[in-house]
């Protein structure tokens, strides 16, 4: 087993340590030998003295030189740059807010969602209407929905058994496809629709029936609800709440009834 000093000097020897000294005394360290506590004298050669050289003029500079050099240096950065427009082709300058070409540049136009919906033109005496299908398929005889509508004209005192008119309109007209079906694609479609109904015959009044009536015929919202409005190409419009909207909330139907006793005049005098 090697002691304490042993291992020490063991440590020293692997890393190369020739000579050292404590600056504590050790613990169980042998005793310093006096010859390595004295200063280690270095001996230094001096070089001898060489003669002083004679002055040598010195030669006159080249004034060709100087310009060659600047010649040389001036063409290569510009050579470089020749070899870097031919690599890589200029950048564009970037467009500043307010410059005209800023201005000019077509933003990109985000394509909405289509919106879904069915819409079923009917006619009742002298008025058209244009109903929202509440689950999207043709009115039944014994849908609710069709009995609602069926007691809504006959207060209105118009025939209590519509005529359809073509078939259903479902939007959007396609499932797939890049042709644009979003809300103004829809609002075109939908009056152009009906406009050429009107044409073919005309009506008193145009019952919206339903928010996407409403929305896609008579650009208008919820807010336009029991109120008169003027389309340009369609004529005199009324818009109604849906018939679901009607069965879900029945307090909407006493401002429905008084809403229609200020409109149905209009049908009422072609009538009489």
Do not use: H, I
């Not at 109903?131 to 069926?150: I, N």
């Amino acid at each position: 087993m090697l002691n304490a000093e042993q291992r020490r000097r063991a440590y020293l020897s692997a890393m190369q340590v020739v000579a050292w000294l404590p600056r504590v005394a050790l613990p169980f360290a042998a005793p310093s030998r006096p010859e390595t506590l004295q200063p280690v004298e270095v001996e230094v050669e001096l070089a001898p003295v060489a003669a002083p050289l004679e002055p040598v003029a010195a030669p006159e500079p080249v004034a060709p030189a100087a310009p060659a050099v600047a010649a040389v240096a001036a063409e290569r950065p510009s050579a470089e740059l020749a070899r870097a427009a031919l690599v890589s082709p200029p950048a564009k300058p970037a467009l500043v807010a307010d410059s005209p070409e800023a201005e000019a540049a077509p933003a990109p136009v985000e394509r909405q969602a289509p919106p879904r919906f069915a819409l079923q033109l009917l006619r009742a005496g002298a008025c058209l209407l244009l109903v929202e299908l509440p689950t999207g398929e043709p009115f039944q005889s014994r849908d609710p929905a069709y009995l609602l509508l069926k007691d809504l004209l006959r207060a209105a005192g118009l025939p209590s058994s519509p005529q359809l008119v073509g078939e259903p309109v479902r939007w959007p007209l396609m499932k797939r496809g890049s042709l644009d079906q979003g809300p103004q694609a829809a609002l075109e479609y939908v009056q152009g629709f009906v406009a050429a109904q009107l044409e073919q015959e005309p009506s008193v009044c145009l019952w919206l029936v339903g928010l996407p009536a409403v929305r896609f015929a008579g650009e208008a919202d919820a807010e336009a609800f029991n109120r008169e409005l003027q389309v340009d190409g369609l004529g005199l419009a009324w818009a109604l709440p849906g018939l679901e909207l009607l069965m879900d909330e029945p307090e909407r139907k006493a401002e429905l009834w008084r809403a229609m006793r200020r409109t149905m005049r209009r049908w009422n005098t072609v009538n009489e």
